[in-house]
C-alpha cells in the first residue's frame, strides 16, 4: 500500500487534492446508487473482512455527503456496517499486535483502516445524533401529533449509539499505539473521538436515568483517551467549556471526574479542573450566562463523591469566598461541608488535619453573616448535615448554636427556616443531657463549683509533704552510714568491691575539679537524701583532694572514720539556711510523687466535670431562648416557617426539653387555621405526641395516651380545651381498637377505682365529654354516675370539677351536636337538673373563687337541656334569693319576700352592713346569666322548634292534600304572593317578631322576677362611691349589660350609665367588660349604640393596658364585620402600633392586615390618619410616627392610589401651620413607593412644598425619594429626577426666592393678590386662640380636620378633586351624665338577622 490515510479537520477536505502519499476521495457515489454500493460493501465485508474499508471508504464517505438527502434505511445499513467494520478490527488486531515478525506494509494497511472506520463511524454518529435531537425538539412541540415512519426508526438511536460507544471503547482499548510510528498517535484522530463524545453529551437528556447507559460508555470511553492517548489536558479544558455552556452536565461531568480518578487512577484531572474554576475572576462570575450554576453544581457532587481528593486543591476554591458570585460561594461551603462530614471528623486526626478543620469551621462560620441570604441559608444547612453526622467538635457546640439562635431574625425565610432546621438538629443531638433544663442543671453547677474551688484551695493551701528536720534524718542514716564508711575505708575491700564500686560510683569517678566546693556537698547531701551512701562517701573522701583549703573538707586531712562522718554530717545538717538551700534541691520521693499526682488527676477531673455542666447548662439556656422566639414563630403568614415550627415544637417536646410543653399548647389553636397545611401539619404533631402510645398491653397503652393528655390538660384555659377536642374527636371517631379501654380507664379515674389526683380527674370528665361529641351514650347512659360524683353533696368541695363535668354532660346536647329533628330535652325533675339548682342555690351565699365560671355553665346547661328552663331557672333565683334573706335573717333581720329586694335596695346603710358584698354579688351574675340566656334561648330554641314544627305541619297537610288540589293551590298561592311582593312568605318573620315581643314586653314585665332586679343593679352602678366593693361592683355592672340584650327600652334607657361607667370607673376590670359587652351591644342595637362611637374608641388610650387590649380587640371583630363604619378614629389604632405593650402591638398589626384585605380602606384613611397623628396637641415624636406610616404605607401598593395620595398629600402643605407638621407630610411622601406617575404629579405640586424645603425635615425625605427612583431608572426618566434634584438642592441652599426665573416672577405679578397670597403659607397669628371641639381631653375627643382644609388651586387649569370619605366632619362627644349631652345623630344600620345576633 502506497498511500496514508490523514484524517481530516473538516470532512469536505478528502475531496480535495491532498499531499505526497495522502489518500484522496477519487469517487462520490450519486445518491440513488449508494443502495447498490453499500450491497457490494455488504458482501466485500463478508468475504474480506473489516479490511474492506480500505476499497469501500467512498462508499461509506459518500453517505456522509448525501446523509440529509438519504432514506432512514441507508443510514441504519451504514451505521451497521460501520459498526461491524470497527468490531472486527477489534477482535483481529490483538493477533497482529502480538506479533513481532509484522511488516511495515501491514502495519500500514491496519492503521489505514482503524483511522477510516473510527472516522467514518464517528462523523457518521454526529450526523445522526443531529437529526434525532431536532426530531425531538419537533415532537415535543408537536405535542399530540402522530409520529411517522422516519421518527420511528431515530426512536431506536438510543439503542444504537450506545453499540457504536461500545465498539469504539473496545478498538481503543487495544494497544495500537505501536501502530503509528514512534508510537505517536495523531491528534486529529484523538479529537475525531473526543468530539463525537462530546457532541453527544450535548445532549439535554443526556442526564437522564433512561440514558445511564450511553452516559458510562461515554466516560469510559474519554477515560481510555485519557490513559492511554494524553488527553488530559484536553479533558479538562473541555469539562470547563461545555459546563459554562450547558448547566446539565455537572452532575454528568461529576461522576466522571469521579471515575476517572478512580477507577483508571487519573488523579491529576481533579486538580486541573479545579484550578480552571478557581482561575476564574470574581467579575466574570459574576455576570449571567457564565456557567456558575453549572461550576457550582458540578463542585457540590464531585465533593459528594471523592471528599478526600479536594482537599490538596481547596486553596484554590477559597479565593472565590470573597467574590460578588453568591453561587460559588454557596458551592465552596457546601464543598467544606463535605470534607468536615467525611473526611475531618473523629478524634483520629493529626495536627495538620485539625489545623484544617478548625480554619474550614472558621470559613463556614464567618459565612453565616454572608450579606447574600442565600449563602447564609445554605451555610445553615450544611451545618445541619455536620451535625446529624455528629461531626461538629463540641467545643463549638456553643458558638455555634449561638449563631443559629441569632439567624432566628433573619429577614430571609430560607435563612430562617434553615436556622429552624438546625436546632432541632442540635437538640435531637445533643451531647449533653437527655432532658434540658437549665433550672435543673443549676444546682449540681453550683454544687460541683463549690467542690472544685475547695480541692484547689486545699491544694493550694496545703503544705509540703511532711518535712523531717535534717537532724532526725541524720540519726535516722548514721548507723548504716557509719558502716559503710568502715568499709569504704578497709583496704581489703577494695579489690572485693571494685566491681561494685564502679558500677555504683561511675558518676562520681566522672565528677570535675570545676565545681566548687559548695556544689560538691549540696551533692553529697542528694546522694545521702536517696540512701546512696557509698557514692556519698567516695565523693566526700575525692572532694578532700579537690578542695584542700575548704573549711567543709578542712578535717579529712586525717581520714578516719569518725572524721569522715563528722566532715559528712557536717554537710548534710548544716546550719538552717544551708539545710533549706540544700532541701530545696532534693529531689521528692515516690510516695510524695504518687500522692501529688493523685490529688491533681481529681482536680483534673472536677474541671473536666465542671466544665461539661457549664456546658450544659449554657447549651440548655440557648434551647430555651431559641423555643421562645420559634414559638412566636407558629403565627407567622409563611406557611413553611409554620411547617417547621410545629416540626420543632414536636422535637423539643420528644427530648423533654424544658418549657417545650408551652410550644406544644401554643401551636394547638392552629387546628382552626384556613391553610390546609398548618392545619395537617398540627394534627400529625398531636397524633405524633399523644395519639401514637407506646406499651405492651392495649391497657398501658391506654394509661399511656390518657397520661400524655391530661399533662396537657392540666392548668389549661378553656379555649385551649377546645382546640383539643377538635384532635381528639377524630381518634374517638376513628374507630380505633384503643377506644373503649381508653374510655374504661377514664370512668376509672374518674369515679376513684384507681387513685388520680383532682387534676387527672377534671382531665378525665373532659376527655370524656370529647368521647360524647362521637358518641352520645358515652356521657347519657353515664348520667348518675356524673351526678352522683361531681354533682352530688360533696359539689360545694370542688366546683372546678363540678364545672368540667357541666361542660362534659352539654357535648350530648343538640346546640352542640347540631343534630336535626326533635330537640332532646330531659324532664325538669330530672336528677341531673336537681343537683345542679341546688349546687347553684347553696354556692349564692357561699364564697368561693370557681363557683362563678361553674354557675355559667349550670345555667347554660338548663337552658340547652331541660324542658321549660325558664321555669326551672326562676324557682332557681327564688331559691338564691330566699337564702339570701335567710342569711340576713341570721343577722338579725326578720324574713322577708322575694318580692321585697327592690325596697331593701333602696335602705340607707342598713342593707350594706347587713348583706355580704361577695354573697349579692354572686346573685346578681347569676340574674345577669339567667337574662342573657333567656333572651338566647328564645331566639335559637324557641324559634328553631317553632321552624321544625311549621315544617311538619307543612309536610302534614301536604301529605294528606291529592296531588291535583296541591299544584292547583301552589299556584293560587305564588300567584297572589308575587301580586303582593311576599315571595317567601313571611310566617319566619311572624315568629320572630313574636319573640322580639316577648323580649321587650314579657321578660322584664311586673310579674316576671328577673324585673326585680333591674332597679338595684341600676342604683349599685350609678353609685360607684357608695357601692364600692370590686366583686359587686364588677358583677353589677356585667348583669346591667345583659339585662339591655333583652330589649331596645332597656338598652336606651341605660345605655348612657353604662358609657358614664366605662369613662369613671376605677376599676380596669369593669372597664374591661364594659368594653365587651358594648361590643355585643353594638351587634344587636346598632343604632342605638352608633353616636356613641367615638367613646368605645377613646378606650384604646386607657392607661390600662389590659384594658387598651380588651379595646382593641372588641373593634377589630366590630370593624372587619362591618358592624362600625371606618371613620378618622382608626388613628387611635394606629397608635397602638408603638405600644409598649408587644401583645397589643401585635393585635393592631393585624387590625390593619386584616383592615388591608377590604378595597381602598386603608387608602381613603390615611390622609386623615396622619392629620391626626401629625397634630401638635397630641405630641407625638417624629420617630413614632414614623414608625407608624411605614407600617401604614406599606399596604399602598396600587399605582393610582399612589399617585393620588402624592397630590393629596402635597396639598396639605398649603394648610399645615407648624414646622413638625410639614417634616411629617415630608416624611409620608418619602414612604410611598413612587413610580413615574408619581413623580410626575410630585412635580406638578412643586408650589405646594417648594417654599418649605429650606428645613432640612422637608428637604431629606424628598431627596430620598429621588435616590429611591435613580435605581434601575431609564436614561431618560433618570434625567428628569437628576434635574428634579438638583432644583430640590439649589432652593434648599439658597432660597426660593433667588432661585426661580424671571419669566415666574413676571407671571406672579400678573396674577391677582389674591391668587399670590394662596401660594405661600399663612404664619399662624401669635395669641390666636385655639379652637376646640369637646369639653373633655383630647384622648376622648377626636381632632377635625379644620386646619387641613385643601384650599382652590391658583392655577387656571381646573383638576377633578379628589375626596376622601375620612374628611368629613364627625359629631364627637363624651359620656357624660347629663340628658343633653347625649348623642342624637343616628345612622340607620341594617341589621343582620336575629338569629345571628347572639354569641354563643
Not at 277 to 295: D, H, N, T
Not at 1153 to 1172: F, H, M, Q, V
Not at 1356 to 1385: C, G, H, L, Q, R
Request: hydrophobic share 40%; with cysteine; aromatic share 6%.
Amino acid at each position: 500500500m502506497s498511500w496514508d490515510f490523514f484524517v481530516p479537520v473538516c470532512v469536505g477536505d478528502l475531496v480535495k487534492t491532498g499531499g505526497i502519499n495522502q489518500y484522496v476521495v477519487q469517487d462520490v457515489v450519486p445518491a440513488k446508487q449508494l443502495p447498490s454500493h453499500l450491497g457490494k460493501f455488504k458482501t466485500a465485508l463478508r468475504s474480506q473482512g473489516p479490511s474492506c474499508i480500505l476499497e469501500h471508504f467512498d462508499t461509506g464517505y459518500s453517505v456522509l455527503q448525501h446523509f440529509n438527502s438519504l432514506e432512514l434505511g441507508a443510514k441504519e445499513d451504514t451505521l451497521e456496517l460501520l459498526i461491524q467494520v470497527v468490531n472486527g478490527l477489534a477482535a483481529s488486531l490483538p493477533a497482529v499486535l502480538a506479533s513481532t515478525s509484522i511488516s511495515g506494509a501491514e502495519r500500514k494497511e491496519k492503521l489505514n483502516a482503524v483511522k477510516m472506520s473510527v472516522f467514518l463511524l464517528c462523523k457518521l454518529t454526529e450526523s445522526l445524533e443531529s437529526v434525532s435531537y431536532r426530531q425531538n425538539i419537533i415532537t415535543a412541540t408537536g405535542k399530540g401529533s402522530k409520529k411517522g415512519k422516519g421518527s420511528e426508526g431515530l426512536l431506536q438511536w438510543d439503542s444504537e449509539r450506545e453499540r457504536v460507544l461500545q465498539a469504539l471503547v473496545q478498538l481503543l482499548q487495544l494497544n495500537i499505539r505501536s501502530l503509528w510510528s514512534l508510537s505517536l498517535v495523531e491528534e486529529e484522530f484523538i479529537s475525531c473521538v473526543t468530539c463525537c463524545c462530546y457532541k453527544l453529551l450535548e445532549n439535554p437528556t443526556i442526564s437522564h436515568v433512561k440514558n445511564k447507559p450511553t452516559r458510562d460508555c461515554i466516560i469510559h470511553l474519554l477515560g481510555v483517551l485519557i490513559t492511554k492517548y494524553n488527553h488530559l489536558l484536553g479533558a479538562s479544558v473541555k469539562v470547563i467549556q461545555m459546563l459554562q455552556h450547558f448547566e446539565q452536565l455537572s452532575s454528568v461531568f461529576a461522576q466522571a471526574v469521579f471515575v476517572w480518578s478512580t477507577e483508571y487512577g487519573v488523579r491529576a484531572i481533579i486538580g486541573e479542573v479545579i484550578r480552571e474554576i478557581g482561575q476564574r475572576s470574581s467579575e466574570e462570575l459574576a455576570r449571567e450566562g457564565s456557567g456558575v450554576k453549572a461550576f457550582a453544581s458540578f463542585l457540590s457532587e464531585l465533593s459528594g463523591l471523592v471528599p478526600e481528593l479536594m482537599i490538596p486543591n481547596i486553596s484554590v476554591l477559597i479565593t472565590h469566598l470573597e467574590g460578588e458570585s453568591h453561587t460559588m460561594r454557596v458551592a465552596v461551603c457546601e464543598v467544606l461541608g463535605e470534607i468536615l462530614v467525611r473526611v475531618l471528623c473523629g478524634d483520629g486526626l493529626d495536627e495538620s488535619g485539625r489545623a484544617d478543620r478548625n480554619r474550614f469551621f472558621d470559613i463556614l462560620q464567618e459565612h453565616l453573616h454572608d450579606t447574600h441570604s442565600h449563602v447564609r441559608a445554605r451555610v445553615l444547612q450544611v451545618y445541619t448535615r455536620i451535625v446529624n453526622s455528629k461531626a461538629l467538635p463540641l467545643c463549638r457546640y456553643s458558638e455555634v448554636m449561638e449563631l443559629a439562635v441569632m439567624r432566628l431574625m433573619d429577614k430571609s425565610i430560607n435563612a430562617v427556616k434553615s436556622a429552624i432546621q438546625l436546632l432541632a438538629a442540635f437538640i435531637a443531638h445533643n451531647p449533653y443531657s437527655c432532658k434540658l433544663s437549665s433550672a435543673d442543671l443549676k444546682k449540681p453547677l453550683e454544687k460541683e463549683t463549690a467542690k472544685l474551688r475547695e480541692m484547689k484551695e486545699k491544694l493550694e493551701g496545703q503544705a509540703p509533704v511532711t518535712v523531717i528536720q535534717a537532724s532526725e534524718l541524720w540519726a535516722a542514716m548514721e548507723p548504716e552510714l557509719l558502716v559503710t564508711v568502715r568499709t569504704t575505708l578497709e583496704p581489703t575491700s577494695e579489690a572485693e568491691n571494685e566491681q561494685e564500686e564502679d558500677k555504683e560510683d561511675g558518676d562520681v569517678k566522672e565528677e570535675k575539679s570545676e565545681d566548687d566546693d559548695r556544689a560538691t556537698a549540696v551533692k553529697i547531701a542528694q546522694y545521702l537524701r536517696v540512701n546512696k551512701y557509698r557514692s556519698a562517701v567516695k565523693l566526700c573522701i575525692k572532694a578532700c583532694g579537690w578542695f584542700p583549703e575548704s573549711e567543709m573538707f578542712a578535717s579529712l586531712t586525717t581520714l578516719t572514720p569518725e572524721n569522715l562522718m563528722d566532715t559528712l554530717g557536717l554537710i548534710f545538717k548544716g546550719s538552717d539556711k544551708d539545710a533549706a538551700d540544700v532541701s530545696q534541691n532534693l529531689p521528692t520521693t515516690p510516695q510524695e510523687e504518687g500522692a501529688k499526682e493523685g490529688e491533681e488527676g481529681e482536680l483534673k477531673k472536677q474541671e473536666m466535670l465542671v466544665q461539661y455542666l457549664r456546658d450544659t447548662e449554657t447549651f440548655s439556656l440557648q434551647v430555651e431562648r431559641a423555643i421562645s422566639v420559634i414559638n412566636n414563630m407558629l403565627y407567622w403568614k409563611t406557611t413553611s416557617v409554620v411547617q417547621e415550627a410545629v416540626q420543632f415544637c414536636v422535637t423539643v417536646h420528644e427530648f423533654s426539653v424544658a418549657n417545650s410543653v408551652i410550644g406544644v399548647r401554643k401551636m394547638l389553636p392552629l387546628v382552626w387555621s384556613t391553610d390546609a397545611a398548618i392545619k395537617d401539619a398540627v394534627v400529625q404533631a398531636y397524633r405524633r405526641l399523644y395519639l401514637n402510645p407506646q406499651g405492651d398491653t392495649t391497657r398501658m397503652k391506654a394509661q399511656t395516651l390518657i397520661d400524655s393528655l391530661s399533662e396537657l390538660m392540666v392548668d389549661a384555659s378553656l379555649g385551649t380545651i377546645q382546640c383539643l377536642e377538635e384532635i381528639v374527636q377524630e381518634f374517638f371517631g376513628s374507630g380505633s381498637s384503643l377506644q373503649s379501654t381508653v374510655i374504661q380507664v377514664l370512668w376509672e379515674r374518674f369515679t376513684g377505682k384507681r387513685e388520680s389526683s383532682v387534676q387527672h380527674k377534671r382531665a378525665a370528665v373532659l376527655l370524656l365529654g370529647m368521647a360524647a361529641r362521637a358518641e352520645r351514650e358515652v356521657v347519657l347512659s353515664n348520667l348518675d354516675t356524673l351526678c352522683s360524683v361531681a354533682l352530688g353533696e360533696k359539689v360545694t368541695e370542688d366546683f372546678l370539677l363540678a364545672r368540667d363535668t357541666v361542660i362534659t354532660i352539654c357535648n350530648i346536647t343538640d346546640h352542640v351536636r347540631q343534630s336535626k329533628g326533635a330537640p332532646f330535652r330531659l324532664p325538669q325533675d330530672h336528677q341531673l337538673f336537681t343537683c345542679l339548682t341546688q349546687a347553684v342555690a347553696e354556692g349564692v351565699v357561699m364564697e368561693d373563687l370557681y363557683w362563678q365560671s361553674f354557675m355559667e355553665q349550670a345555667v347554660r346547661l338548663i337552658y340547652f337541656l331541660a324542658e321549660s328552663p325558664d321555669q326551672l331557672c326562676s324557682r332557681l333565683l327564688q331559691r338564691s334569693a330566699r337564702l339570701l334573706l335567710d342569711q340576713v335573717a341570721e343577722g338579725g333581720e326578720v324574713n322577708k319576700d322575694v318580692g321585697q329586694i327592690q325596697n331593701e335596695s333602696q335602705d340607707s346603710s342598713d342593707q350594706e352592713e347587713q348583706v355580704n358584698s361577695v354573697c349579692l354579688a354572686q346573685l346578681l351574675a347569676l340574674c345577669g346569666c339567667v337574662a342573657f340566656w333567656q333572651v338566647s334561648h328564645l331566639e335559637r330554641s324557641v324559634s328553631a322548634e317553632l321552624r321544625r314544627r311549621r315544617g311538619e305541619t307543612e309536610e302534614r297537610e301536604e301529605k294528606e292534600k291529592g296531588p291535583g288540589s296541591k299544584a292547583k293551590e301552589v299556584a293560587n298561592e305564588s300567584t297572589m304572593e308575587e301580586e303582593l311582593g311576599l315571595i317567601g312568605a313571611s310566617a319566619e318573620d311572624t315568629e320572630a317578631e313574636l319573640i322580639r315581643k316577648i323580649c321587650e314586653t314579657e321578660l322584664l314585665a311586673e310579674e316576671n322576677l328577673l324585673s326585680a332586679f333591674l332597679p338595684l343593679l341600676v342604683k349599685i352602678c350609678s353609685s360607684p362611691g357608695r357601692y364600692s366593693h370590686p366583686q359587686l361592683t364588677t358583677a353589677a355592672c356585667l348583669a346591667l349589660s345583659q339585662y339591655m340584650m333583652i330589649s331596645p327600652s332597656v338598652c336606651e334607657d341605660n345605655i348612657r350609665l353604662l358609657f358614664t361607667v366605662l369613662e369613671r370607673s376605677t376599676l380596669a376590670v369593669v372597664r374591661a367588660n364594659t368594653i365587651i359587652a358594648l361590643g355585643d351591644l353594638t351587634v344587636r342595637f346598632p343604632n342605638i349604640l352608633e353616636p356613641w362611637t367615638q367613646n368605645l374608641y377613646a378606650r384604646l388610650s386607657d392607661e390600662v393596658s389590659s384594658v387598651r387590649q380588651t379595646a382593641v380587640t372588641v373593634l377589630t371583630q366590630l370593624v372587619l364585620k362591618d358592624v362600625l363604619k371606618v371613620k378618622g378614629q382608626v388613628s387611635e389604632v394606629a397608635v397602638l402600633l408603638i405600644d409598649p405593650e408587644p401583645h397589643i402591638t401585635s393585635l393592631a398589626l393585624n387590625f390593619f392586615n386584616e383592615l388591608a384585605t377590604k378595597d381602598n380602606a386603608i387608602y381613603n384613611l390615611l390622609p386623615d390618619i396622619i392629620s391626626r397623628l401629625s397634630d401638635p396637641e397630641r405630641g407625638m415624636s417624629s420617630e413614632d410616627f414614623n414608625t407608624v406610616m411605614k407600617q401604614l404605607f406599606s399596604y399602598i401598593t396600587k399605582e393610582r392610589q399612589t399617585e393620588s395620595l402624592v397630590e393629596k398629600l402635597c396639598q396639605r402643605f398649603r394648610t399645615a401651620k407648624t414646622e413638625r407638621q410639614w417634616c411629617d407630610l415630608a416624611m409620608s411622601l418619602s414612604l410611598l413607593s413612587m413610580c413615574e406617575r408619581g413623580f410626575k404629579r410630585l412635580q406638578e405640586c412643586w408650589e405646594c412644598y417648594s417654599d418649605k424645603l429650606t428645613e432640612p425635615g422637608v428637604y431629606q425625605p424628598l431627596l430620598s425619594i429621588t435616590a429611591k427612583l435613580r435605581r434601575g431608572a431609564k436614561p431618560q426618566f433618570k434625567a428628569q429626577v437628576d434635574d428634579f434634584e438638583k432644583r430640590l438642592t439649589a432652593v434648599h441652599t439658597r432660597g426660593l426666592e433667588n432661585v426661580e426665573s424671571p419669566e415666574m416672577d413676571e407671571n406672579q405679578r400678573n396674577e391677582g393678590s389674591t391668587e399670590k397670597t394662596s401660594t405661600c403659607t399663612p404664619l399662624p397669628t401669635r395669641g390666636r386662640q385655639k379652637s376646640r371641639r369637646g369639653q373633655t381631653k383630647s384622648s376622648v375627643s377626636s381632632h377635625g380636620d379644620d386646619s387641613f382644609v385643601t384650599p382652590q388651586k391658583s392655577r387656571k387649569s381646573k383638576k377633578p378633586v379628589i375626596t376622601f370619605s375620612s374628611d368629613e366632619e364627625e359629631d364627637e362627644e363624651d359620656a357624660v351624665m347629663t340628658e343633653n349631652e347625649t348623642p342624637k345623630v343616628t345612622t340607620p344600620i341594617s341589621r343582620t338577622s336575629r338569629r345571628a345576633r347572639l354569641r354563643n
